[in-house]
């Protein structure tokens, strides 16, 4: 394995771009385009796994307002999306908000905003990991016949086995580049996307005909948020409705290998977006109609069955053999997305490594797959570690690992949207463009998601919010999330002692003109 070291020497130039300026990888250019870059968007979010397990809780927070709360939780990542755009319009960097941050606020608080998005996708890929194994046998005991078979899931060895192997399998496609990595994404986008379609119109089919007894007739009444019954269920519900929208920025992050770096990734950014939100709003209207929202029988907020909502209805909605394929699309869901989620990580952790964020050896890209090939490896140790680890200790542990995820996502997002109106604030009075799309848009989006997080810190501190578990009479959920904030601060204090030069902004500076990638 190869590997080309393209971290620039002091005095260095880059693709004639003087040191301090935002400086190439030596990724392979041109190998995405707008359709690809889209796709990687669509399949990082995995839509199908994001739907059987938050259809169900999002119900049961928010009754008949789970269409309204999914609007309103693609309204924040909607104004998000546009800090991302022109972001990336101004600087084409792989390192997505950890450059911006750094640009926009200077290096520590840049710093931690890439730590933010490394450990919400380290534990989300281990989440992912998880989820694929646990479908990959269930579905093999539905396509045998056989309950022994699906069992063997909750052998612990065995689920940490599969679950190891399929880290492995995903980290060696991404490994292997963005081309390897767009031909396996058409094929697992397509299948999911294609599936839940036909389960939106059999779903449609089945509640026109009344097939059963808790179906409910549509109302528009349903699109509006203001009709949740307390405030505190609206917040729990827009804090899922925010989970299932989080990964589409991964396609910001292929925009050194991307067609047009300066705009595609913007675009492709906002088509994955509006895929999402149709896919969302059609599924959950349709599977409301069909069989409502309460929580008796088949109904989307029962808590026998909310966990994992298409497992209940694939055979009563499909059919025996088409519900087969129900339990195809979410395994390939969470394979898709478990392949993709390396790639934000693996180059934000490329970038500060070649700003001298972090130790140099992961600026090293291989010299036959243009890919950060050791930080893809280590994404992917990192991932398998964790999971064992957390398995092994705690299976509380580890879901209130996954519920502390909300506080990441929400804290480098806003972290993001604000660098765009601070670092764009001398070209605000320029045209109405400027003021609503680099100022107002960010900011409303940013203070949105802000919000969510203190939120959520207070309700974290609450020892019922996740497992239940609890450390000194605090959540755990609290412990663990503003412990791996505080973890961070640590790596970046032990950092500072041996990179000076990043921290004193000697490498990667606010004033400095950025990289302009020819389209």
């Not at 399949?43 to 169900?56: D, E, I, K, Q």
């Not at 089919?205 to 109302?219: R, Y």
């Not at 660098?419 to 605000?428: H, V």
Request: proline content about 4%.
């Amino acid at each position: 394995m190869t590997q080309l070291d393209v971290r620039p020497q002091a005095g260095d130039t880059v693709s004639g771009v003087a040191e301090g300026d935002v400086r190439g990888k030596g990724l392979g250019k041109g190998s995405v385009g707008l359709v690809g870059s889209a796709v990687i968007g669509i399949s990082t979010v995995a839509p199908v796994y994001c739907l059987t397990s938050t259809l169900g809780s999002t119900a049961g927070e928010v009754g008949l307002q789970m269409p309204a709360v999914f609007l309103a939780g693609f309204l924040p990542m909607l104004l998000v999306a546009f800090a991302y755009r022109e972001l990336n319009k101004a600087m084409p960097d792989c390192g997505t908000s950890f450059t911006w941050t750094v640009k926009a606020f200077g290096p520590r608080i840049g710093w931690m905003c890439g730590w933010g998005l490394v450990i919400a996708t380290i534990i989300v890929l281990s989440n992912l990991a998880g989820v694929a194994t646990s479908y990959f046998w269930l579905l093999a005991g539905e396509v045998t016949n056989n309950p022994s078979i699906a069992a063997l899931d909750d052998n612990k060895l065995v689920h940490i086995a599969t679950c190891l192997t399929l880290i492995a399998i995903a980290t060696a496609i991404s490994y292997r580049g963005m081309t390897a990595t767009k031909g396996v994404q058409y094929a697992l986008v397509g299948l999911q996307l294609a599936v839940l379609a036909i389960f939106v119109a059999m779903a449609f089919q089945k509640a026109s005909a009344g097939t059963f007894d808790t179906g409910l007739d549509f109302s528009w009444q349903w699109m509006n948020p203001f009709a949740v019954e307390s405030m505190a269920a609206f917040t729990a519900g827009l804090s899922l409705s925010i989970f299932m929208y989080w990964g589409w920025d991964a396609c910001l992050s292929t925009n050194e290998e991307t067609s047009g770096s300066a705009k595609t990734p913007g675009r492709a950014a906002l088509v994955a977006m509006v895929v999402l939100v149709g896919s969302y709003l059609a599924t959950g209207v349709a599977a409301q109609m069909a069989v409502g929202s309460g929580g008796e029988g088949l109904g989307l907020a029962n808590e026998e069955t909310s966990d994992n909502v298409f497992a209940a209805l694939a055979g009563p909605v499909m059919g025996p053999v088409l519900g087969i394929l129900l339990f195809v699309a979410v395994l390939a869901s969470a394979a898709a997305s478990l392949q993709t989620t390396f790639i934000p990580v693996a180059r934000t952790v490329l970038a500060m490594s070649t700003y001298e964020a972090l130790p140099p050896s992961y600026a090293k890209v291989h010299e036959r797959f243009k890919t950060p090939g050791r930080a893809t490896v280590m994404a992917g140790v990192a991932t398998g570690v964790f999971y064992t680890v957390m398995t092994l200790v705690s299976e509380n542990v580890l879901t209130d690992t996954i519920f502390a995820l909300g506080l990441m996502i929400c804290f480098y997002y806003s972290l993001t949207a604000f660098a765009c109106a601070w670092y764009f604030r001398g070209e605000l009075r320029r045209s109405a463009r400027d003021l609503f799309f680099k100022g107002v848009f960010p900011v409303l989006g940013g203070l949105l998601l802000a919000a969510v997080f203190g939120k959520t810190l207070i309700d974290m501190w609450n020892p019922s919010y996740g497992s239940g578990s609890t450390v000194l009479g605090v959540g755990s959920v609290f412990v663990i999330g503003v412990g791996l904030l505080a973890l961070g601060l640590v790596i970046m204090f032990v950092t500072e002692r041996r990179s000076p030069a990043f921290f004193r902004g000697e490498v990667l500076t606010k004033s400095t003109p950025a990289l302009v990638v020819e389209d």
